[in-house]
């Protein structure tokens, strides 16, 4: 090991392909060139997070920002968070809430169980880019290289 920024792998769930193409757009045009992996179900993507298992065990070592529609064909979003931000391996994780709701109550529970921003779709590249920057302020200090 060199002590290379560890890279952030960008996971992706949102199942309205249209919302998914524009989301990686913006990623790329804020800058940001990390891989991003798409699932389109929830039960797709806890297995690539928190494994088949749901241990979680699968995401130690990983860097992974969660891009999360609340609104998937198999689940609830809020499920979802709720079961990375309770897992040990994975409650780190920065999780970003995508939804076309602008509830007052559904946006504050996201908070409550660890959401670290909530971007209402369709998403305004401005506010989604400011959000990305910031996440990518909390992944350079992730990224500092253990002290030699």
Do not use: W
Not at 66 to 85: A, F, T, V
Request: charged content about 25%.
């Amino acid at each position: 090991m060199n002590g290379a920024a560890k890279e952030v792998t960008i996971v992706m769930i949102e199942d309205d392909e249209g919302h998914a193409r524009l989301i990686e757009k913006n990623i790329r045009r804020a800058g940001v060139n990390n891989e991003v992996m798409p699932f389109t179900n929830g039960t797709a993507a806890l297995d690539y997070v928190l494994g088949k298992d749901r241990s979680g065990l699968d995401s130690k070592g990983r860097f992974l920002l969660i891009l999360l529609d609340l609104n998937l064909p198999d689940m609830s979003g809020i499920d979802i968070l709720e079961r990375i931000k309770s897992n040990t391996h994975t409650k780190r994780q920065p999780i970003v809430v995508l939804t076309t709701t602008d509830d007052e109550r559904e946006i504050q529970r996201c908070y409550d169980l660890g959401a670290n921003v909530y971007i209402t779709k369709p998403v305004d590249y401005e506010n989604f880019a400011h959000a990305i920057r910031q996440l990518g302020l909390f992944f350079s200090v992730m990224q500092v290289p253990e002290s030699h």
